[in-house]
């Protein structure tokens, strides 16, 4: 089965400017997170999504990033306006349903250089 | 807060050597624990967990880990590594009442030299 998909890869940004990260999960899994990697430091949620729902945005700084899930499948991220500190990778992760007996897919990630 | 540390940031091994990354957690409640390895050029994914009954979890390519709850502990061990185990390696801890989230330790990379 294919596994979780990420675009882009790769992407340099200057300070102020916007930019949107996107995630296509497994087929038919519920659960949908993003997660913010900063060198040296374990992932991080940043909000967790059910089919088109938030369950858990606690960790999103709201007044510059925001995300959605429209549909309950593909989802973005944006940024706007970015900020040095916000140089990390993005890793989505999509689960079959939400709970931790649930396994967490994670996609190959979107690096992020803010300039 | 709820927080997980590992103790080692980078471990460099000869092959055939016995492994053994520290991981401990700060949460009172009950928690399911997982380790988590990230290949060179590949994503995260998942090595073993554990959430209940025998301590000593066995995992994927010879990984083990055992959960020492008065510890608020779940080292991750290895008796023989090889070249291929090089990688980087997180501890995760979830809070039963948190859905599926998941708080990551900082990582260890092991360097494995053949």
């Known amino acids: 089965e294919a596994g979780v998909a990420q675009s882009p890869r790769y992407k340099i940004i200057e300070k102020r400017q916007s930019v949107a990260f996107w995630c296509n999960p497994i087929s038919g899994h519920a659960t949908l997170y993003w997660y913010q990697q900063i060198l040296g430091q374990g992932p991080k949620l940043l909000i967790q999504f059910q089919n088109n729902g938030v369950v858990d945005d606690s960790q999103l700084p709201k007044d510059r990033f925001s995300a959605e899930r429209l549909k309950g499948v593909d989802s973005t991220l944006k940024i706007q306006p970015a900020k040095l500190e916000d140089s990390a990778v993005y890793l989505c992760a999509s689960s079959l349903e939400q709970g931790a007996l649930y396994e967490q897919y994670f996609g190959p990630g979107t690096r992020l250089t803010v300039t | 807060a709820q927080s997980v540390s590992q103790h080692n940031h980078h471990v460099i091994l000869s092959e055939a050597a016995s492994l053994e990354l520290g991981c401990n957690y700060s949460y009172g409640g009950t928690v399911n624990l997982f380790w988590y390895v990230q290949y060179p050029g590949q994503h995260l994914q998942l090595l073993l967990k554990?959430?209940?009954?025998?301590?000593l979890v066995k995992g994927i390519k010879g990984f083990e880990a055992e959960f020492i709850k008065s510890k608020f502990s779940f080292n991750l061990r290895k008796p023989s590594v090889q070249w291929s185990d090089t990688a980087e390696y997180f501890c995760a801890v979830n809070a039963d009442n948190q859905g599926g989230k998941l708080i990551f330790g900082q990582g260890t990379e092991l360097s494995v030299k053949p």
């Open positions: 554990y959430f209940s009954g025998d301590p």
